[in-house]
Every structure is written in C-alpha cells, then in structure tokens.
C-alpha cells in the first residue's frame, strides 16, 4: 500500500505552470474510532541503536513501506526531531552543538528535580550537556507498536479516513 494513496487532490497554481493537480499530503488524519488508544493494539518497544521505522516494520510486518504505521501510531511527524538519533549521531550532534559538551548544564537532586549550586551536595548532582541530550534521546526509545494482527484493520481505518 502506497502511504498516500488515499489522500486527496487539490488543485496548487504554480507560478509559470498555471494550475496543476497535486495530491494532498499536509492533511492530517483524524481517526474516528480510538484505535490509537487501544492499548490492546499495542506494545511498549524500546528502539534499539541504529534501528530506523522502516527496519522495525520490514521485522514487524515484513513490509518497510509500513515505516509510517511506527510513526502514526507514536505521534511522529518529524523523524529528525522526534526519533532516536544513533549513538554515533547523537555524538556527533553534541560534538556540533556544544562548545564544551562536558561542562554542567544543571544540577538535579535525588528526585530528579533541578536545583542550584545551594542545594545540600550529598542531594545533588550535576547533569552535564551530554548527559542531558543522552537523556533526551534515551527518552525517545520507548514507543509503542501496534500488533501485527492488527495491522490489516489499521490499514483500512486510514484508508476510510482519508478518502471520506
């Protein structure tokens, strides 16, 4: 199944082509039935290093071209933003990002709470810029995926959605 198949037409004006047909892929599908929030569709994943949405749906339903299922079903629209870089990327992005990577960034007490340089040091901890973007990625492997068995019924829940 094509992704965007489904979706509709609209007609765009391009400036030195006049009006063409173009589909549609800015709307943004509203399921009717709640079967993003049946929590008996899904699973609790964590994402392991290096694993893309595609080469978890090629494993999961032997198809990479349901890579948008992974993401639909976990709000993602922006891969590079909202899914867990490599660890090899996420070095490279804190490498870039920050001119010492290893300087504190905050401090946070044992219940995870930031606090400052007064809080009592034996209930402190200093949580460098690493850390904190590793923290940030760490947060992103856990997703949920929706069972196999389900994926046909999920198929055609977007597929009637997109085309009313």
Known sequence: MSYFRNYPFLRYDFKNSGKVLVQDITQKIA?????????????????????TPE?????????SSYAWVVLEANNISNVYEDWPMSSEGLDEYIEEAYENPDEMKHCVNSLGQVVDKSWPANDRHVVTHRDYEIELNDEKRTIKLLMSRHLNAY??????????
């Open 155 to 164: 198929v055609e829940q977007h597929e009637g959605n997109v085309s009313e």
């Open 55 to 63: 080469s978890i749906a090629a494993k999961l339903y032997d198809n």
């Open 31 to 51: 399921y009717r039935a709640p079967i993003l929030k049946n929590s008996e569709w899904f699973f609790e994943y964590q994402v392991k290093d290096g694993e």
